[in-house]
């Protein structure tokens, strides 16, 4: 079965810096999908980055990029520029390729951005 | 709609009592997804539709909870006779194969918070 792992379960960042959260995960197959979520309190988890295990090329979505390290399994999202409305939990989740597919949770990061 | 839609937001059941949870997924969005998340934790996987099928069922905690979608739209989630430990929020999501990158898109609703007292 796959697991995800986030190993923090909170983290601070002043606002304008640069912050990483760390996300691990177990899997046997070569092909997935990897995501990172923000959840902020009003609950409605909002997708922030998506990565193809099969491309090298890592994501990048404005001020939100992964470092995705497949042979070590690992996948974490750097948020540069930080702004208080990025103050939120993060999940990293995993998703088998085929169509249909269930996503695999982490148990979450609290970011709380200080200005 | 626009985006998926779930009520009713908050549910507060005294210990015993059924409930029933609604989910309208983005209209033409074939696959539905529910998803129980625990206080501070990461949401888990219950059940999974496509159309009217239930094809994953194995998220599902106990026999008390049951899940049906008759029309291919939307979805009712049902706990019998709740226990405390159901509290959680439930979370439904339902996502279309995007024509362009052939992505999976799922979309989240704003979850339902059941409080069993």
């Known amino acids: 079965a796959q697991t995800v792992t986030q190993s923090q379960p909170e983290m601070s960042v002043q606002e304008a810096e640069t912050v990483t959260l760390s996300c691990t995960y177990d899997?046997?197959?070569?092909?997935?999908?990897l995501f990172w979520y923000k959840q902020p309190p009003s609950r409605q988890m909002i997708l922030v980055i998506r990565?193809?295990?099969?491309?090298?090329q890592n994501a990048t979505e404005n001020r939100f990029s992964v470092n995705f390290q497949k042979a070590a399994k690992s996948f974490s999202l750097k948020i540069s520029d930080s702004q208080l409305g990025d103050a939120a939990m993060y999940f990293c989740a995993y998703r088998r390729m085929e169509y249909g597919n269930k996503l695999v949770f982490g148990a979450g990061t609290i970011l709380r951005v200080k200005s | 709609g626009a985006g998926v839609s779930q009520s009713p937001r908050y549910k507060v059941a005294k210990r015993g009592q059924d409930v029933a949870l609604r989910c309208d997924p983005i209209s033409g969005h074939v696959s539905l997804f529910w998803y129980q998340q625990a206080l501070g934790q990461g949401p888990e996987f219950l059940t999974y539709f496509q159309n009217e099928a239930q094809l994953d069922k194995s998220g599902l905690p106990s026999d008390r909870f049951f899940a049906e979608r008759p029309e291919g739209s939307v979805s009712t989630l049902k706990i019998q006779r709740t226990q405390q430990e159901d509290s959680a929020v439930y979370l439904c999501?339902?996502?279309?194969?995007?024509?362009?990158?052939?992505?999976?898109?799922?979309?989240f609703g704003a979850g339902s918070r059941l409080t069993v007292l």
């Open positions: 999501a339902s996502s279309a194969r995007d024509r362009a990158s052939g992505a999976n898109v799922l979309t």
């Open positions: 899997t046997s197959e070569s092909d997935y999908y």
């Open positions: 990565q193809e295990a099969y491309k090298q």
